[in-house]
């Protein structure tokens, strides 16, 4: 499923530096363009505060752009709507976190917290069944479900996480810095993971990373910010063997690379 994005930007309101002058601005996005075909892997790599967030939490409409649009599949997204209204968008998008202890509430059983996304966006079917069959595709025995996110290691937690943002089918899995907080065994068992459902289920791919050792094994592309804005953007291979930015050349200097290893 295709993501389209034209002359996206964000900027936030702050306080008046006096009684009648304007309000302060930050600009979190400029204008941006963003394609990202069905099927394709992106990575997007950025300094903090380059604006690689913002930018996933626009195309997700987790929150409004100042200008510009989305479209998913040809389907353009109403940010003016009700959370009803964008239904269909969260049926196809899932998300996950970096933190996945604070990302999973610690008061519902592993059940509940997967199959949450079954009942709030009335996906049909039997949903226990469904939480078992998606606790099995990412690595986990269906019998955990009865059980809370304190008993479980970090890197099962991402795993459930993982089984959350998967379990009503999504077309496009955004990933924010979803392996960062990951030891770099159990990232490597995660990324293979990753790399084994979005093969099986074709599944479009969107992952915030710092780890450039995990974008070159799961991203066809990347795309390189800085201060709000889309620097470079080409095949993983060309951007980062042979960036054309001197931004890019000396962001890849300065970001510790991590294999991710194999099992």
Not at 54 to 69: H, K, N, Q, S
Not at 234 to 256: E, N, S
Request: glycine letters at 8%; one cysteine or more.
């Amino acid at each position: 499923m295709s993501i389209t994005a034209r002359q996206l930007s964000r900027v936030h309101r702050g306080p008046r530096a006096s009684l009648f002058g304007p309000p302060s601005q930050t600009v979190a996005l400029h204008p941006t363009d963003l394609d990202i075909a069905d099927g394709e892997s992106i990575g997007i790599i950025g300094e903090s505060g380059s604006g690689k967030s913002t930018l996933i939490r626009l195309l997700l409409a987790l929150d409004t752009p100042t200008t510009g649009t989305v479209a998913v599949d040809g389907t353009t997204v109403d940010f003016t709507g009700s959370a009803t209204s964008l239904h269909w968008l969260r049926r196809r998008t899932g998300l996950v976190f970096q933190d996945p202890y604070a990302s999973l509430d610690p008061r519902m059983s592993v059940g509940r917290i997967i199959g949450e996304p079954l009942w709030a966006l009335d996906i049909p079917g039997d949903r226990r069944a469904r939480v078992r069959e998606v606790l099995e595709d990412v690595g986990l025995d269906a019998a955990m479900a009865d059980r809370y996110p304190h008993e479980f290691s970090g890197g099962q937690r991402q795993r459930i996480a993982l089984a959350r943002a998967l379990v009503h089918r999504p077309s496009i899995l955004i990933g924010d810095e979803p392996l960062s907080a990951l030891d770099v065994t159990v990232r490597a068992q995660i990324l293979q993971k990753l790399a084994e459902l979005r093969e099986r289920d074709g599944l479009t791919l969107v992952l915030v990373s710092h780890d450039i050792g995990v974008v070159q094994s799961l991203c066809d592309s990347v795309a390189v910010m800085s201060e709000g804005r889309i620097v470079e953007r080409g095949a993983t291979v060309d951007v980062l063997h042979h960036p054309v930015q001197d931004y890019t050349r000396k962001l890849l200097a300065a970001i510790p690379t991590i294999s991710p290893g194999r099992d």
